[in-house]
């Protein structure tokens, strides 16, 4: 089904774009897996969907560690490049876009936005003097470093000090309007705790701020003036329009905001606030484009409470996070266990303890025992029977016919914990119903009537909680698909789209009778830890 993309009927978001400075880290990976399943949630519903993501290149930091390596700059940024997709591939990562900050299709993006500004009296010739963290990529003001004038964010960097030319955007100029906006779409930054932080920076005054350096090549030169080269966060943010290219377009700024402009969302960490919902509405609107909806700017992941930094030695491999456990479990903790917007925690422990509670017994066992029975009672045919007869005492279709409502308005709201825990409430319900009515039981005393209704209320639970869930693990709720007898691939929207629609199967009630079940096989291997 090809639906034109509109203003109101698709879905645009991006991540932010990633510094190739190191490899991927756990950070990276949990803003991109978050991403991604609002972007399979949005699709679910029929949208069309563009998800960018990409890496951004240029800069001091990216000149610096080349350099460290002894590597051509653009070399070492293409093979990290690589290690990003290579990831996103094995968390089944669907993007729809990845751009790259030193594609040249970029730097026609970023002349044209550069133009609009400059035409706009926006940018202008003055003297910067301050501390700079090539950490953060940011001049710091004195009281926002500590007594070393490190940075916080960046403890083992000392920020250094400049004094030189550059070209400043006048972010001054757009102070009403910006706080006119934060108090118009109160939804503008999410959530409130970011939109509060926002407000009281803004209310301290806005400072125009540099967008050109000297001394440093490594990026664009500033397009009227190559004696300077453009600032990293000003071409970074730009990537974002560059990802609404189509790849046959012929790069103009135009072409891009033709059809997914302005981003329903841009999912960010808390540390890249001031730049998104500041920086980057100013010069939008320099540049006189439609504003983005929302900037959700979700918190911090620590390790076993800990901040997670290669100094302390404390960083988690995603990658070999995945090869451990699968992409499913990385997914499912991740979005499951921690607040979307809270800082949260990663403890191995609690890791194995809740994906094997969750996906391996409460989820998994629940369909391969009621299958194996479906296959001992029914032939492995699902059952007919009389949902409208169905009292209230049947609790899984009293907990499942609501269900689609509250996932749907916990995924919209990026309440991932939420999303998941009412549908693993359906499932324990299911395990409960399917102990108390024991249709093992009822099967000796010949009531075959009521086998048969116990075994379809619970695998049709099973495959609503499958299909709710297929965002945040696809591949075992493709599984669970398949075995209750269906040909879906949650990778395929619009074979989803087609035969499993969210009208009919986010809906309790829409597995149907006589459909041949498969052979049950476990879904989700328990993770067994080795003992050290
Ligand atoms: O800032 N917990 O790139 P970046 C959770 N290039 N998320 C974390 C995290 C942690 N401990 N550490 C990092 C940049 N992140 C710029 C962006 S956009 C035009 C330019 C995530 O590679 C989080 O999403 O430093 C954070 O915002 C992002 O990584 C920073 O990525």
Known sequence: MTVTPTEDNRFSLTTPLYYVNALPHIGSAYTTIAADAIARFQRLLGKPVLFVTGTDEHGQKIQQTAREKGRDPQEYCDEVVAAFDGLWKKLNVRYDRFSRTTADRHEAIVRDFFQRVWDNGDIYLGQQQGYYCVGCEEFKDERELLENRHCPLHPNLEAEWRDEENYFFRLSKYQQTLEDLYESQPDFIQPETRRNEVLSFVKQGLKDFSISRVDMDWGFPVPNDPNHTLYVWFDALLGYVTGLLDPEEEATLENAVKYWWPFNLHLIGKDILRFHAIYWPAMILSAGLPLPKQVFGHGFLTKDGHK?????????????????????????????????????????????????????????????????????????????????????????????????????????????????????????????????????????????????????????????????????????????????????????????????????????????????????????????????
């Not at 800082?343 to 609690?350: K, S, V």
């Open 308 to 532: 997670i930094s290669k100094s302390l030695g404390n960083t988690i491999d995603p990658s070999e996070l995945v090869d451990r456990f699968s992409a499913d479990a990385v997914r499912y903790y991740f979005m499951k266990e921690i607040e979307f917007g809270r800082d949260g925690d990663y403890n191995e422990t609690r890791f194995v303890n809740i994906v094997n509670a969750d996906l391996a017994n409460d989820l998994g066992n629940l369909l391969n025992r009621t299958l194996k029975m479906a296959h001992k009672y029914c032939g492995g045919v699902l059952p007919e029977i009389a949902i409208d007869r169905l009292g209230e005492d049947c609790t899984p279709k009293e907990l499942g016919l609501p269900l689609s409502e509250t996932v749907k308005s916990a995924y919209e709201a990026l309440e991932f914990h939420r999303a998941c825990e009412a549908i693993l409430t359906l499932v324990r319900t299911c395990n409960k119903y399917l102990d108390d009515r024991a249709p093992w039981t009822l099967y000796k005393h010949g009531e075959q009537a009521a086998v048969e209704e116990v075994l379809y209320v619970v695998l049709e639970s099973v495959r609503l909680a499958a299909y709710l869930l297929s965002p945040v693990v696809p591949q075992l709720s493709t599984q669970i698909y398949r075995q209750l007898g269906f040909e879906t691939d949650f990778d395929r929207w619009d074979r989803v789209l087609k035969t499993a629609s969210f009208e009919v199967h986010g809906r309790w009630g829409a597995l149907r009778s006589g459909q041949i079940l498969n052979q049950p096989s476990p879904v989700f291997q328990r993770i067994e830890l080795e003992v050290k």
